[in-house]
């Protein structure tokens, strides 16, 4: 049982390119959530799920694409990734209510 | 006022002092509360449920202030092992973030 994991752990980008962030969960959870966490920002929600093939807008969507084509997994889109958006990127899912996180990305963009 | 609000600290206490964190939130029809625990460079993990009766997992006690609108958090006879940011996180009926994640408050026991 690994619960939530995330991959890459770490990348690198350059403003323009584009690339995918895998999270994966095998509690068998509704809800996934994916988060960004900066510096004196907190925890910030860009896109949920609420069940496979659904998705919702968080706090912070722009710039973003997600898809839950699988219960399991849930993804996250850069398009075009521009130096705002290097942070730590964290997954979540959820039963009722209580989160559990993966360990988290780290995403630089030059 | 924001939606969840905490102290940031830095809390520095002594081994085996006792602590408190305060936490604010501005909904009212806020149902859910909980403390979380992140350490350094690591993901958030829930710490406890913040119940309407109070209550206590070991050393770390919980409270909830609805008429005032605040949670709280008790640590005693903190342990070096304690030293981390603790999140206060609050539900929010409307609007489009389920659950929303104060800043954190972080704590650093001293030997």
């Known amino acids: 049982n690994a619960g939530v994991t995330q991959t890459p752990k770490f990348r690198v980008l350059k403003t323009g390119q584009s690339m995918t962030l895998l999270c994966a969960q095998d509690m068998n959870h509704e809800y996934m959530y994916w988060y960004r966490q900066d510096p004196g920002m907190g925890l910030r929600l860009i896109h949920y799920s609420v069940g496979e093939g659904t998705t919702a807008k968080g706090e912070v969507p722009d710039g973003y694409n997600v898809s839950r084509l699988k219960k399991q997994n849930f993804l996250l889109g850069l398009e075009s990734a521009a130096p705002s958006q290097t942070s730590v990127y964290f997954c979540a899912s959820s039963g009722e209510e209580t989160q559990y996180f993966g360990p988290g990305t780290r995403l630089l963009v030059l | 006022r924001k939606e969840v609000e905490q102290d940031p600290g830095p809390f520095n206490v002594p081994e085996g002092a006792t602590v408190a964190f305060n936490c604010t939130y501005s909904?009212?029809?806020?149902?859910?509360f909980f403390w979380y625990r992140q350490d350094c460079r690591k993901e958030p993990k829930l710490l406890m449920s913040v119940y309407s009766s109070g209550n206590e997992d070991g050393r770390f006690t919980a409270q909830l202030n609805r008429a005032s609108q605040y949670i709280s958090l008790l640590i005693r006879d903190s342990k070096l092992s304690d030293s981390a940011t603790y999140l206060c996180v609050v539900n929010i009926p409307t609007g489009n973030t389920p659950l929303v994640f104060g800043k954190g408050t972080r704590l650093s026991v001293i030997a």
């Open positions: 909904n009212s029809a806020s149902q859910s």
